[in-house]
């Protein structure tokens, strides 16, 4: 399995409060990418890292932000979280030595506004 | 990404082939194929991608029709465990997940 670590893995916080999600790697693999998963929706570009501190907006990327200082960490951060925010967030890799486009996933963190 | 359309569900006995059909009609000459898999809550797992050959590994086979306008995913011997959401994906840099096809796997 990639070594891709997501943190928190369960998070309940209240509306209007910052709350920042950690995707860790040890892939050494350019790419990262941060998704969220709905009932109905299935999985939704939020966004994507290209390189260190090179970012790009998804399909969905109102009300997130994200940062990449060094290769391995993608931050993902919601300023002032919504209900509308909860779900189930997945990072996921890609762009490996021997890059054929496919994407690791991590295992996902579970995000509760209330 | 071009759009792709997948059955809803499907079934499939257990130890019988399972054979998930995908259209991508509107494909580009530079996106590929690619198959993913997503067990209950788990993070989707990679299963196979091809551009214009067929493709097999240890997973599955993927064929694609020879205008690339549609392929379909082969579990050989579906098991208990291949019970998940299958997604087919057309594109080339960042992709786009559809809602899936869940397959169930019975005894």
């Known amino acids: 399995d990639a070594g891709i670590t997501q943190s928190p893995r369960h998070k309940v916080t209240e509306t209007g409060t910052p709350v920042t999600l950690r995707c860790h790697q040890t892939e050494n693999h350019r790419y990262m990418y941060w998704y969220r998963q709905d009932p109905g929706h299935g999985l939704r570009l939020i966004h994507y890292s290209y390189g260190v501190k090179d970012t790009d907006k998804g399909e969905v990327s109102d009300g997130y932000s994200v940062s990449r200082s060094k290769t391995e960490d993608f931050l993902l951060t919601l300023e002032s979280a919504t209900s509308s925010q909860t779900s189930v967030y997945f990072c996921?890799?890609?762009?490996?030595?021997?890059?054929?486009?496919?994407?690791?996933f991590g295992e996902g963190s579970r995000l509760t506004v209330l | 990404d071009a759009k792709t359309t997948q059955p809803t569900s499907m079934d499939c006995a257990e130890g019988r082939a399972a054979n998930l059909p995908c259209n991508h009609s509107?494909?580009?000459?530079?996106?590929?194929v690619y198959w993913y898999r997503q067990i209950h809550s788990q993070g989707p797992q990679y299963i196979i991608h091809g551009l214009k050959n067929n493709e097999t590994n240890e997973m599955a086979s993927l064929i694609i029709t020879e205008d690339r306008k549609s392929s379909t995913l082969i579990l050989p011997h579906a098991t208990l465990r291949d019970t998940a959401v299958y997604y087919c994906i057309a594109g080339y840099s960042t992709l786009t997940f559809g809602k899936g096809t869940m397959l169930l796997v019975s005894p």
């Open positions: 509107t494909i580009s000459g530079n996106e590929y």
């Open positions: 996921a890799i890609s762009g490996g030595q021997f890059n054929t486009g496919e994407l690791f």
